[in-house]
C-alpha cells in the first residue's frame, strides 16, 4: 500500500531518515530500516573531519527542536567504511549527504561518496548555522544553486538531489533552478533560521546564538515550500519538516511529495516514529479507500 517508486526505486514505504539525526554510523543506520524507514540518509560528510560547534548545541520542547550541530562529521574518508558496511546491512536505499564549502569542494566530495555504494546523493547547501564560517547558504541563491547542481552532476554517479531552504523567499525559482541545472529531485526543506534566548541569564540558549529550527512547529511551513515547488518543477520531492504523524505524512503528499522526510520525530518516539506514522498513514488510506499513495499525490493542486 505504501510501496513507492523513486528516481526508479523502490522504497518499502516513503519515510526517509533525514540527513543529521543520526550521524554516519552503519550500524544505527541499518537499525533505523528495522524499525521501519523505507530509507535513510547519512548526516551531512564533508571533505575533512568536523568537530561542530560548542555545546549547548541543541534544545528543544514538545512544539520544536532548535539545533546549531554545526556539521560535525567524521569526514569523507572516515564514513566510506560506515557507509559500505550500512550497505552489508541492507538492501534498503541509502541517500549520502554532502557538506562543502565551496562549489568546486562540492564536486570533490561528490566523486569520493560516489565510490561508496550510494543509491542516491543529497547535497546539502541549506544548513542555517554555519553562516559565521561559510557566510550565506547557497540556497539562497538562483546562481550557486545552479552552479553547485551543474558541478556535482558531472561528478555523481548517482541521482541527485538538493537540499533547499525555507528562508529562500523564492525556493520555488530555487527549486526551478536546481532543475534546470539537471538536479533529479529536491528535498525540501532543511531547518529554519532561528533562536531562543533563556531569559535568566539574557543569553541565547545556543553557544552558537543562532540554529535552526525542527519538529512540529516547521511542518506548515515545509507543507507550502512543497506545495509551492510542486507547481514549478517536474522533478520528485522529498517533503521534510516537522511530520510527525500519518496525517502530516499524507498531507506531504497531497502537497506533492513522493518520499517523506523524517528527523525531529525521533526525538519524541525513538523506536516507534517510523512504525508509528506508516502505520497511522495505512489506518487512513483504508478508511478513505486509497489503495496507493498515487492516488492523492499533489491532489491538494
Ligand atoms: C540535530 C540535527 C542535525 C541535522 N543535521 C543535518 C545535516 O547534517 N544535513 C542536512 O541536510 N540536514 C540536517 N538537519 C536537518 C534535517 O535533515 C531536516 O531537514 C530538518 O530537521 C527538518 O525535518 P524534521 O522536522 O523532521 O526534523 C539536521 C536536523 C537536526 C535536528
Known amino acids: 500500500m505504501l510501496n513507492t517508486t523513486f ?3 523502490q522504497f518499502k514505504n516513503p519515510i526517509v531518515l533525514a540527513s543529521g539525526i543520526l550521524g554516519v554510523t552503519g550500524a544505527g543506520l541499518a537499525n533505523i530500516i528495522k524499525i521501519g524507514a523505507g530509507g535513510v540518509t547519512t548526516k551531512s560528510i564533508s571533505l575533512e573531519p568536523r568537530e561542530g560547534h560548542k555545546n549547548p548545541v541543541m534544545m528543544g520542547n514538545d512544539h520544536f527542536f532548535l539545533n546549531a550541530v554545526g556539521l560535525s562529521n567524521p569526514g569523507i574518508e572516515n564514513a566510506l567504511p560506515e557507509i559500505a558496511k550500512l550497505r552489508s546491512l541492507t538492501d534498503a536505499p541509502i541517500i549520502g549527504s554532502i557538506f562543502a564549502g565551496t562549489a568546486e569542494e562540492f564536486g570533490v566530495v561528490a566523486e569520493k561518496i560516489c565510490t561508496g555504494p550510494i543509491d542516491f546523493l543529497e547535497v546539502d547547501i541549506s544548513c ?8 550565506r547558504p547557497f540556497a539562497y541563491s ?24 525555507p528562508n529562500a523567499w523564492n525556493i520555488a525559482e530555487i527549486a526551478k ?4 541545472a539537471g538536479a533529479d529531485a529536491i528535498t525540501a526543506i532543511n531547518t529554519a533560521a532561528g533562536m531562543m534566548i533563556d531569559i535568566e541569564s539574557r543569553q541565547p540558549v545556543l553557544s552558537n546564538k ?3 529550527v525542527s519538529g512540529p512547529a516547521l511542518f506548515p511551513i515545509a507543507l507550502k515550500c512543497v506545495y509551492d515547488i510542486y507547481k514549478a518543477v517536474k522533478i520528485p520531492i522529498i517533503g521534510t519538516g516537522g511530520i510527525t504523524t500519518g496525517r502530516d505524512g499524507i498531507a506531504m503528499i497531497m502537497a506533492g511529495a513522493t518520499l517523506l522526510g523524517v528527523g525531529s520525530a525521533m526525538y519524541y ?7 508509528k506514522i506508516t502505520a497511522e498513514m495505512e489506518e ?18
Open 7 to 9: 528516481l526508479n526505486k
Open 128 to 135: 542555517p548555522n554555519v553562516g559565521a564560517e561559510f557566510g
Open 142 to 165: 538562483t546562481e550557486a544553486v545552479e552552479t553547485i547542481t551543474k558541478i556535482v552532476k558531472t561528478k555523481s554517479t548517482v541521482p541527485v538531489i538538493m537540499k533547499l531552504s
Open 177 to 180: 533552478a536546481a532543475e534546470s
Open 210 to 212: 543562532v540554529g535552526g
Open 269 to 275: 518516539n525513538k523506536g516507534t516514529c517510523f512504525s
Open 284 to 301: 487512513f488510506m483504508k478508511a478513505e479507500n486509497i489503495t496507493s499513495l498515487e492516488e492523492i499525490r499533489g491532489t491538494a493542486h
